[in-house]
Each structure stands twice: as structure tokens, then as C-alpha cells.
């Protein structure tokens, strides 16, 4: 486990502080995945030269609105004055997009970039920073992930991070197509912009 503490005031908490309010609000095996997502996001952070304390809270808070209800999200929605197209889908979106929302506005967190992050780490975009890509791949990649494909993944992740989402996006594309689900338009973008120009 990293053991170190956030020194560039990003956030209102400690990273300690920060553990024990995505602890309380989680599941003991969703607890156990954000760690291990923070843990694969410093490491690439490190590779690729991201900041490591913004890799580190965004990860701790990718999934802190995971196990929201589906009724808490739709309130939120509407509290939050979000576009109504949000109310049609659930959980695999809302605790991202609608989650950074809850985020900004209950931890009092304001940093764009975490943000952000924080919002399309399900979906990517096509339009990612670094922070955005590190976190998109090591949500995939961590090391509590065992399924056929993340192997590749984590290979790729190792030398081209820009590789990494591709596959990743692909890799997830052909998963929701199997199982007859919709797919939302920003990953149909992601992988318009990283899989259409790159050999993987």
C-alpha cells in the first residue's frame, strides 16, 4: 500500500482523511479495488510523468458514489441541473459523471483535472489528458482484475498508454456488444479517436 501524504493542497483532506471517507462509504471489496486502482495509477503516473497526488485522489474517488442508488443519482440529476439524457442510463455512468458532481459539491473538491478524470473513467473521451488515460487504464488494469484480456492490458499499459486505452476501449466495446447493452456515445468517440489511427 503507498504510504505517503498530499503536499500540493489540491483537496481539504489528508490522503489519511481522504482513505477512511471513501472507506466509510464503500463496500469492503469496492475498497479493496479503489486501492488497488490507486496503486496501478501511481505507477503509471510515474511512467508517465502524470502528477502522482492527482493520480492518487483520483483514484480513491473514481468509484466513492459507486454503491449510490439509482434514486440518489436521479435526484442528483435533478439537483444538479444535468442534462435529463443522463436520467436514461445508470449506475455504470452516473457514478462517474454524475458521481464528480456529488464529489465536488460534498468533499468540497474543486480541481478540474481530478474532475474530470473522475467523470469519464468509464467512458474516456476523445479528448483525454494524461490524468484521464491513467486513470481510464489502471480502473482496467488493476492488479485485483483477472479476466482474459487484462494481461494484454497491462502490457501494453507498460510501454504506450495511448495503446493501452485503445485496448482497453475495444476490449470493452466487444464486452457491451455481447451483452446486448447500450453503449454510450463518449465511448463510441473514445474509440473512434484511439483505435481508428492505431495498430494494436
Known amino acids: 500500500m503507498c504510504e505517503f501524504d498530499y503536499q500540493l493542497n489540491l483537496i481539504p ?41 492527482k493520480a492518487s485522489i ?12 439509482d434514486e440518489q443519482f436521479r435526484q442528483a440529476i435533478v439537483d444538479y441541473r444535468l442534462d435529463s439524457e443522463l436520467l436514461d442510463w445508470n449506475n455504470n455512468i452516473w457514478h462517474g459523471m454524475v458521481g464528480r458532481f456529488i464529489i465536488e459539491d460534498v468533499l468540497d473538491i474543486h480541481d478540474v483535472e481530478i474532475l474530470h478524470a473522475i467523470e469519464i473513467h468509464t467512458t474516456g473521451s476523445n479528448q483525454m489528458n494524461l490524468l484521464d488515460k491513467v486513470l481510464y487504464v489502471a480502473d482496467y488494469i488493476e492488479a485485483g482484475r483477472s479476466f482474459p484480456a487484462v494481461e494484454a492490458a497491462r502490457l501494453i499499459a507498460a510501454s504506450n498508454l495511448d495503446a493501452a486505452v485503445a485496448y482497453e476501449t475495444s476490449q470493452t466495446l466487444l464486452h457491451l456488444i455481447r451483452q446486448n447493452v447500450p453503449i454510450h456515445p463518449l465511448t463510441l468517440q473514445t474509440y473512434n479517436h484511439f483505435c481508428a489511427n492505431m495498430l494494436v
Open 13 to 53: 483532506l489528508t490522503r489519511q482523511e481522504l482513505l477512511s471517507t471513501v472507506c466509510e462509504k464503500v463496500s469492503k471489496k469496492r475498497f479493496k479495488h479503489i486501492l488497488g486502482v490507486e496503486q496501478a495509477a501511481i505507477e503509471l503516473a510515474k511512467r508517465y510523468e502524470v502528477s502522482i497526488e
Open 58 to 69: 483520483a483514484a480513491l474517488l473514481h468509484d466513492y458514489c459507486k454503491e449510490l442508488s
